[in-house]
């Protein structure tokens, strides 16, 4: 069974259900909750490139720093890196010798013909000799350097096995290109996993507050897309610069052993070149880090419509959100146009320079020959060199491009590596197999914020079986309240025990293992039904799978279904009723068979008869274990053991429901609302839509 979300642990992921918008910071922190604060949060500012709801957005001039870091996710691969370079090596020099050999082989063909040409019966010396008496001195230069014999043509063996030497050497080269590729594609795509596995993990470390404060879509940009476009530099930029830089050195090398005049000319485009992809490319480099900030940006503006678009509907939101969708497309269109523009000049700008230096060659080059300086061959394998002198310098630029776009992707992957992890393991004890489920808490304070506190010395217990219900208006704390005991914030002081052990002495795999939560947002997983339920415990057996499901009532409806148990839930869950939803989700807490259970509103998105359904397997799941009950409906809590009622972080009153109501206080208020009416003015309870109380 495959998640669809990818944010953080699977409890996480169905508490996040009941956090606030992504990038929008809980109410009771002293947040705003109005749409001004949510405009504020996710319009991206031109002035300080704030990309992230915001989050600064980080600048580029990290290049070098993030490269070298790039470059260092190859270490671990460092023989195979060898054996690459080593590849690169053979081929670059066939290729490189190449040429020259041809060049001999095109010695031999105008020798030849030269030959052909002279009188049989004279040595080479004594035509030479002749042509000196006669004041022909270029020529007889020229002649002098040909391994010629008068009277005769081309010697075809020779020119033969030049010929079979050079396709040899390039097909051997080849050959060895072709490997170093292999090779190298699977050290990328081992780096690469191990890079998608240190997210995958990072994301599993990270504390809830990282993700109520930046748009999920960003998160997954990051995670997806940026990556990707790692394995795309490494794989392309990296092989093509090695090869690049050591065919640049291998051809100075050749052309000052064949013509060191002519290789002073073919220089003069390093300079250039250099000033040129230096300019261009500095300034390309903010343009790409900005393409894949915004590209993060649109994504979430693009995840949340999608999360949210019935609601967009009903609010009649379309064109806001469609307005908002053109801003932020339109600044990518911006960044990526412009990002490719200016790097699109530089092969260009690269092949003019280019052409310069063969112009001068070939002039130069012609004059030398035609003056005995030089061999006709030698000239030749100079312009060759020259051609393929450019052209990986031409390679090296174009690369800029992608090494810019892959080094700027780095530089987000590695902030999101380097965020803040929620605090280290200090397990120090341990839970029986079976615990009672007694929680005490004493003088907990807890703030999302330094300067905004929201619980404040709140202590009350939790007995062992029963029933504690939490109340209250809407940032009283309530949600607060069971995810400092599930340990997704750390206290800022006091404690919170577990049968005698305080939580934060034992690891959170292990304090989880004991809590099971039903929340408002009922999440399914892609799957059947029965993986679903069966997710609660994986090693539940097929019985126990059905005794949760028929103690729930799950297994009423899913007997009407053609495919029963095997039932897949579609992509959006909309295959089985909100209320079937809602069963499937407690049975899946019932397998797992918790001490302590957490019921987050886990009836307020379900009708009036499905209530009762879902009230009758909440009771079943209830039995035996302490629960937490967060409710908005009052009707649904009067038989708790313990009411609590929370106002501002503190508990107002505690009781059952007959002594509260007979108190006539904050309890009385809140029953009298829902029951029997309320004036304008007084405490709105119903507020089963809030993300977050």
Known sequence: MSPRRKDATAVEEATQTAQPAAGKTQPGAGQPEDDDYFEEEFTPSEADGDMFGGMPAKKAEHFWPSAKRLMGLLKPEALGIYAVVGLVVISVVLNVIAPKILGQAMDVIFAGVVGRQLPAGASKEQFVAALRQQGQDNFADMVSRMELVPGTGINFDKLTMLIAIVLVMYFVANIFMWLQGYVLNRIVMKVIRRLRDDTENKLNRLPLNY??????????????????????????????????????????IMMFIVSWQLALIALVALPLSGVAAGLIGARSQKLFAAQWKNTGSLN????????????????GRDADMLARFEERNEALYKASFGAQFITGIIFPVMQFVSYLSYVGIAVVGGLRVASGAMSLGDATAFIQYSREFTQPLGQMAGMANMLQSGVASSERVFEFLDADEQDAETATEHLPAKTDGHVD?????????????????????????????????????????????????????????????????????????????????AWLFGGSIHDNIRYGNLDATEEQVLAAAKATFVDRFVRALPEGYDTVIDEEGNNVSAGEKQLITIARAFVADPSLLILD????????????????AMAALRSDRTSFVIAHRLSTIRDADTILVMENGRIVEQGNHQVLLAAGRAYHRLYMSQFAGTDAGEVPVDDSTAVHS
């Open 211 to 252: 993700f109520d404060t930046r748009q999920r879509g960003d998160v997954l940009s990051r995670v997806t897309n940026d990556v990707d476009n790692i394995q795309q530099a490494l794989q392309q930029a990296f092989a093509q610069l090695v090869n690049s830089v050591l065919t640049v050195l291998g051809i100075v």
């Open 300 to 315: 979430g503006q693009i995840e949340e419509s999608f999360s949210g678009h019935d609601l967009v509907r009903v609010f």
């Open 441 to 521: 808490f004493r003088n907990v304070t807890f703030s999302y914020t330094p300067d905004n506190p929201l619980i404040e010395n709140l202590s009350f217990t939790a007995e062992p079986g029963n029933t504690v219900a939490i109340v209250g208006p809407t940032g009283a704390g309530k949600t607060t309240l069971v995810n400092l005991v599930m340990r997704f914030y750390e206290l800022n002081s006091g404690s919170i025990t577990l049968d005698g052990v305080d939580i934060t002495h034992l690891s959170r795999s292990e304090l989880r293992s004991k809590v099971g939560m039903v929340l408002q947002d």
């Open 601 to 616: 509103e886990a009836t307020s998105s379900v009708d009036t008869r499905t209530e009762l359904l879902v009230q009758k």
